[in-house]
């Protein structure tokens, strides 16, 4: 059987994100693929071999996505080393915010489930973070690097699920909230690493 005309990965993959940001990475199922491209969910079967396959595609659009923001920030920097953070912190949550089923493709990336490019995008995105935490960590070695990137990225992740989750919702600007969070972090690390 030959493919639907007009029906491609590229249309698939923009149906599946779309369903993703609006109800959430566990709607997106052949069936509401299917439903969202007007077609029989069989047709799918033509581009895609089921939804393990768009699960990965949405994580790797997801990383692809976090990835390029926060490397866009980060190059519009006019003093790179002192404002990296806060510009990766502010991308970050951004996407996260604008994408969330992108965003939540990119969660839990492991070996068993993911592609290696999706391991490699994975890891370009702790590179990036880890480049901006380096300058505030002269003398850190690698464990403590790695710490200090999984410091950042709950503080991110944190922030924004209570965003998506309806939460900050108190007359105090969210986005002060959130840089007063940065600002705290990274004086926190930077007193750590002289201990």
Sequence with gaps: MSPRVGLDD???????????????????????????LNVRPPSLYN???GLPEIRNKLTLLGLQGLQA???????????PESGAIPALAIAYAKYAIEHPGLYEATININAREHSEEIQQKAAELVDLVSNGLRPFLPSADEADLIHAVRGFRSL??????????????????????????????????QRQSVL
């Design 47 to 49: 581009h895609v071999n």
């Design 69 to 79: 923001v926060m490397h866009e920030a980060v190059s519009k920097q006019k003093q």
């Design 10 to 36: 590229a249309r698939i993959m923009q149906a599946a994100a779309s369903i993703a940001n609006e109800t959430g990475l566990q709607s997106v199922t052949l069936a509401t693929l299917a439903k969202q």
């Design 156 to 189: 991110l992740h944190g922030y924004t699920s209570l965003i998506l989750s309806g939460g900050f919702n108190m007359a105090v600007d969210r986005d002060e909230s959130f840089l007063y969070m940065i600002r705290a972090y990274m004086a926190g690390i």
